[in-house]
Each structure stands twice: as structure tokens, then as C-alpha cells.
């Protein structure tokens, strides 16, 4: 069915197995990497589309790894931890994770989280053209950012939240309404999450871009 590609970065031999095996049965293509060199180096060759990273890893731990690999390419990162206080997960927002799950977790709901950080992705490539807020241009088509004609790299789950705001200026989305449509899903980690990734765009591309709606959420605002 799906023939994508997915990296899974695990040292526990008998997790990383069940995870390929799982979804292999799903139709993905699955690599393992027991390790992050090994991750950053199939990360290079392979270009998955996908990676499901384990935050305990010997060496290089997860946090460094995805940091490395989202400097060399933007790809959707999902992090299994074993870790839940709020400051360590916000921490992995910010260096460029998309989502969490914690450890034990359901094989069916990671397949889930999988396939909808994969939907993410390709969603709005079929629109008119770029948007535009100020100076930055968000090209869909591409999934380009640039600022004053400058190219800026960012994160797929940051380009999703940009593009989403830029898609409708002068628009209020709350917390709510960011989570169903960039994440998919209400649950996680709430609003923290979604404040977490407007505080890496606006380090970005400026503080100015998107405006916070005090006990409301977000706006980019509407070209005068």
C-alpha cells in the first residue's frame, strides 16, 4: 500500500524489531539504525520520509541525532522516550521533533501518529501558488520558506503551522483548531505544543510574523 520509506533509530533490538515488523505489515519500507551515527549516515543515503527516533540512544543521544539530521533536510521526526516531564518534550519541539509518544505504547496508535505526520506532508501541494506574509513567501509546491528573498530552512511541522496561518491572514485560529489541522489529533501535548513550534518560526523568521491572540491563538496578519 504505502511504499515510503521510515527510518527507525532504536537500540533496544527487540523494540526495534516489533516497531519494523509492525510496519512492514502496514506496507512501509522499513531501515533500522541501532545508533545515531548509523541514523545520520542512513538518513544521508536513505532520504526517508519519515523517522522514529528513540530519545535514549549510546552516543549521540535522540535529541543530537534529530538536530543533525532536520539540519541536513527537513523530515518529520517522531520520538519515542521513556521521558514525560513537559520541559524535556518541549525541549525536543523546539530542535526540531513533530511529535511524541511514550513509552510503553499501542503499535496501533504509532501507525496512526506515522501516517498522519506522513499526510502532513504532502497536504497542500496542490494549491494556486505561494502565500505570502510580509516579507516571507511560503511556496506549498515546494515546502520553501524564504525571508527577503532568503531561503529558510524550517522543520515539515513548522512549515505545516506557517503555511496553515498564512493560508488565511488576518484569521484567529485558536490552539484547538492548530492541533486538529497541522497534528491531526487534539490530544498530546496541547497548547504548549503548538506554542513551542510559533516560538521556533518567529526565532526564524522574525517575532512580528504571527501575532498572539491573548487567551485565543494565533494570526498572521493580512497584507495592508
Not at 505504547?105 to 494556486?128: D, I, N, W
Not at 528573498?149 to 505545516?160: M, N, Q, R, S, Y
Amino acid at each position: 500500500m504505502d511504499q515510503r520509506t521510515l527510518l527507525v533509530v532504536e537500540d533496544e533490538a527487540p523494540i526495534a524489531a516489533a516497531v519494523a515488523a509492525r510496519l512492514r505489515s502496514e506496507g512501509f519500507r522499513v531501515e533500522v539504525a541501532p545508533d545515531g551515527a548509523a541514523a545520520i549516515e542512513l538518513c544521508a543515503r536513505l532520504r526517508p520520509d519519515l523517522v522514529i527516533l528513540d530519545w535514549m540512544l549510546p552516543g549521540l543521544d535522540g535529541l543530537e541525532v534529530c538536530r543533525r539530521i532536520q539540519a541536513a533536510q527537513p523530515v518529520p521526526v517522531l520520538m519515542l522516550t521513556a521521558r514525560d516531564a513537559e520541559t524535556d518534550l518541549l525541549v525536543g519541539l523546539t530542535i526540531g521533533a513533530d511529535d511524541f509518544m511514550t513509552k510503553p505504547f499501542s503499535p496501533r496508535e504509532l501507525v496512526a501518529r506515522v501516517r498522519a505526520l506522513l499526510r502532513r506532508v504532502e497536504r497542500e501541494r496542490a494549491t494556486g501558488g505561494p502565500l505570502h506574509a510580509g516579507e516571507v513567501e511560503v511556496d506549498p509546491a515546494t515546502r520553501r520558506v524564504r525571508r527577503g528573498g532568503a531561503p529558510v530552512h524550517l522543520t515539515p511541522i513548522e512549515f505545516d503551522l506557517l503555511a496553515c496561518l498564512a493560508a488565511r491572514p488576518g484569521v484567529v485560529h485558536t490552539r484547538e483548531e492548530l492541533l486538529l489541522k497541522v497534528w491531526g489529533h487534539r490530544e498530546g501535548y496541547g497548547a504548549r505544543t503548538v506554542d513551542s513550534h510559533v516560538q521556533a518560526i518567529r526565532r526564524k523568521l522574525g517575532a512580528e510574523l504571527i501575532r498572539t491572540v491573548h487567551g485565543v491563538g494565533y494570526a498572521i496578519e493580512a497584507a495592508r
